[in-house]
């Protein structure tokens, strides 16, 4: 009997040629990632602090309004968007529709535009730039 | 053809397929990705649309049934979902049965334990004194 061996892991990344498409499956891998790690870790904190009544929640805002909280929550939200958009087109792609090359690659151009588009939209109107 | 079926007819005669289970899990992660799209969309609109987001707001919000339900079902379909993605990241770039096996059992029992401190601070919310 042949020894167990591992089996080979996925992706190998380096021998690719770097594409929209590409770009977009690793981003949906990182900003699900980053989601789940960091997102969930903020909204806990978020949740905990409101329970937690005045002094908690001053304290989240103190830090959330500090220019590195809003750094890690644009990131969020931005990595909410990019995600949001890319399930969505792996939702699409789950039943076998938009696979020819230019929709393919045009498609993965949107969700990367319409992320970055929302998000900038979405932190113009709560940084108070439509007032 | 059962929900976690994923083999064809034709797949199943020739052998084809998932190669001992897997269709449930992948029939389950896109149930809730459908489902966080209408969450996730609730969840961001309803920041979008509060009047403001200090504690006295958003403790109002969550102490009604239309804030503090769609906002544990937000909770528990994240962190399910979060499970769900981590295990594909740590199954795709982890090698060793035991090393998958202990990082899949780290990220499910943070997840557990983080969903209840957020279900745990919502009930505290929502059954608490109206402030």
């Known amino acids: 009997m042949a020894a167990v061996r591992d089996r080979p892991i996925s992706p190998h990344l380096t021998i690719w040629r770097w594409g929209p498409h590409m770009l977009v499956s690793i981003l949906h891998r990182i900003t699900g990632a980053g989601l789940s790690v960091v997102g969930l870790a ?11 009544g005045t002094a908690a929640y001053a304290t989240f805002t103190k830090v ?54 929302c998000t900038a939209v979405l932190w113009a109107y709560f940084l108070g730039a439509f007032k | 053809m059962s929900l976690g079926d994923s083999a064809t007819e034709l797949g199943k005669v020739e052998g084809i397929g998932s190669a001992r289970r ?5 029939i389950a992660e896109r149930l809730s990705s459908v489902a966080l799209l209408l969450l996730g969309t609730w969840f961001l609109a309803s920041l979008l649309f509060l009047p403001k987001l200090d504690l006295e707001t958003v403790t109002e919000w969550l102490h009604g049934a239309g804030g503090a339900v769609p906002m544990a079902l937000f909770v528990i379909v994240s962190f399910w979902h979060a499970v769900d993605g981590l295990k594909v990241v740590v199954d795709d770039y982890v090698t060793g049965e035991g090393n998958r096996w202990a990082w899949n059992t780290l990220i499910l029992f943070l997840a557990v334990a983080g ?13 608490g004194a109206a402030s």
Do not use: P, Y
């Open chain 2, 22 to 26: 897997g269709g449930e899990d992948w």
């Open chain 1, 64 to 117: 959330a309004s500090h220019w590195i909280g809003l750094v890690i929550l644009i990131g969020l939200t931005w990595a909410f968007f990019q995600h949001l958009f890319s399930g969505i087109r792996h939702l699409v792609t789950d039943t076998g529709m938009g696979f020819d090359l230019k929709v393919n690659k045009l498609s993965a151009i949107l969700t990367i535009v319409g992320s970055v588009l």
């Open chain 2, 115 to 127: 969903a209840s401190l957020c279900l745990f601070a919502l009930g505290r919310i929502a059954f």
């Open chain 1, 42 to 52: 903020v909204l806990t904190w978020w949740l905990l602090a409101i329970s937690g």
